[in-house]
């Protein structure tokens, strides 16, 4: 059984910084790709940030120079550092994870919020 858990949304005011984490686990899993996506209110998912195994990172235009990925795969964690934070940045954010045993799936969180005041 595969659970993904985040954790560290929360109400911030605009220009300031959030942290988020997500803690994957499963016995007999290895995780590969993890991204955190967010859904704002009236939108569509959307890939906030994905990191590979090896730490390749890609972001969205809009998050770059802002927001930094980043993992450790020993806890199975990863992280988003979410700096100078934009009201329009308000939305649920998701994590993902593709869980490896004999086959891949994806998996997901049940999400946490992140608030921006103006």
């Known amino acids: 059984q595969v659970q993904i858990v985040e954790s560290g949304g929360g109400l911030v005011q605009a220009g300031g910084s959030l942290t988020l984490s997500c803690a994957a686990s499963g016995t007999g899993y290895t995780f590969d790709d993890m991204s955190w996506y967010r859904q704002g209110p009236g939108m569509q998912r959307e890939l906030v940030a994905s990191i590979t195994s090896g730490s390749i990172t890609n972001y969205a235009d809009s998050v770059k120079g802002r927001f930094t990925i980043s993992r450790d795969n020993a806890k199975n964690m990863v992280s988003l550092q979410m700096n100078s934070l934009k009201p329009e940045d308000t939305a649920v954010y998701y994590c993902?994870?593709?869980?490896?045993?004999?086959?891949?799936?994806?998996?997901w969180g049940r999400g946490t919020q992140v608030s921006v005041s103006s």
């Open positions: 993902k994870a593709i869980a490896r045993r004999i086959f891949s799936y994806q998996y």
